[in-house]
């Protein structure tokens, strides 16, 4: 069993995820990587903040980093594995998790089971399916599903059809199927968009949870009082190109950040 | 009317459609698959229980193959078959979605229909095999007709049993999330295509074992059996029943092969008149299924159910 109190402890140090001149267009229009494409490395146990202004290509560098596009140019690596062919479902299977800007729910499951279905449970494979096997661990399953329900607030709708949920609570469903999933890098795309400022605060100590157990994260955000507080590095991502990273305090101060996105507010 | 026989008959014929229907409720309903040339898959199991199981050919017989095997080789093959058959048929085809899955698994079937009717050494042409070995004779006092009806009910039975098992595990789970939404699923590492490979594949088996089963209570393989007409049927059963639910999808099969055999166990006096209740019972079908499709009484009746509980 995955034990949810099973803290991670990093095994080694130095990067998780290397991507190496990656580029995107779309209908021949840019919109990731400049000329020799975009590239940086992401630290095992790290937490990382992404930013940007609209349209930036944040999201679709998660969709390149998760197969749900490919990559146009460059390779991914991953745990020292190039990932760069593999398709989604196996990047998943190697510890790539992540939420969706908008929020993707299965409409026909209860909240639960839109949990539940997050983990790899051995009854997936048509086999054992038909055997009972996998009874005992669907258990164990369920009982982590709700346990995770209720660190995102959500406990007590865990029986109702995911349509009845509101769109932060959607937001806040997406962050749990993939906490049960464990994975070792998480990618969260605008996870507070639309979400309460309590229950924000709330996903700040889930999160910082998380770190202090090891994994790695990647966060995106348009919050940036949320994401400086919690993030302990920035990537600034404007029209696909990477224009400085480094830790909050050096990208509040950073000259190019500020005229190109933070806005003079900032700057003090 | 003589309503004992008629009940056997629809007892029969509506378990070996209901197995047809499950399937392709396994397939669209939960794998979400349009398949529209399911009779293909049917016609492969009647061939090939009538070619495992009719003896060589002699004289004046146009077919070339005949194997004379005992009946459960005959059975299982055709389930094997049309296992392989799917496979055949799946493998350029599942990558397209939606309608063009529809109109390509409907070629396929035509394609295949055409081949049946045109290559005599396979299954003897237009005409096709007839003499198709009937395994089960009288049971002791129990009739021919029973025993058949019972061997249909249990395939139908057992396949329910397994399917329902299926989709009531994991499996089922990851499939409904993978037809909800693709792209999440995957991202919570669901092999959606592999799974949809598994379910066309799986599904395809007691569709060829129903098949065989027909062409057993037939007696005959023969092309005009196997039109697009059947795919039709099946469709309209699931859709009149609620896809759904396997139920549903059950009850829809039978309902339909009851209505088409009392209308066709009328009395009529004349040519003309049964004539007309033939066109009649298609216009019935029809005008009932635009008004499951436009009303759903099957969804509200579920929405119901599950709110009372
Ligand atoms: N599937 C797609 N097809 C065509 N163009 C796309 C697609 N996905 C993204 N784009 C384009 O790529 C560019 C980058 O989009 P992306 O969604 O990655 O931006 P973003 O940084 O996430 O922005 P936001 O902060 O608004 O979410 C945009 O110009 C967008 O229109
Ligand atoms: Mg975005």
Known sequence: MTGRDHARVPTQLGSLLEVNGVSKRFAGIQALGGDDGLSFQIDRGSFVGLIGPNGAGKSTLFNLLTGVLPADAGTIVFEGNDITAASSHQRAEHGIGRTFQTPRTFESLT???????GATSPGERLRSALGRKWRRHEAGLVEQARDILDQVGLADRASEPVGDLSGGELRMLGVARQLIRRPTLLLLDEPTAGVHPLLQDRLADLLAGLHRQGMTLVVVEHNLHFLLAIAEHILVLTQGRLLAEGPPSHIRGDPAVVSAYLGEDHAA | MNWPQLLITVATIGSIFGVVTLALNLQYARGGMINFGIVAYFAVGAYTYAIITQPPPKGLDQYAFGLDWPWWAGFLLAGIAALGFAALTGWPTLRLRGEYLAL????????????????????????????????????????EKYVFAGAAALLLIVTLAAFRQLLASPYGRALDAIRDDEVAAQSSGKPSADMRRQVFLISAVPVGLAGAVYAMFTTLAQPSLFTAEVTFVVWIALVLGGERSVYGAMLGAFGLVFFEEVVRALPFETVRSAQIAASVEHIITGVLFIAVLRYQPFDRIQRKVRAST
């Open chain 1, 111 to 117: 909240v639960l089971d839109n949990v539940v279905v």
């Open chain 2, 104 to 143: 390509t698994t409907f070629a396929f079937a035509e394609v295949f229909h055409s081949f049946l009717l045109n290559e005599r050494r396979i299954g003897n042409g237009t005409v096709g095999l007839s003499n198709v070995h009937r395994p089960f004779g009288d049971w002791g006092p129990i009739e």
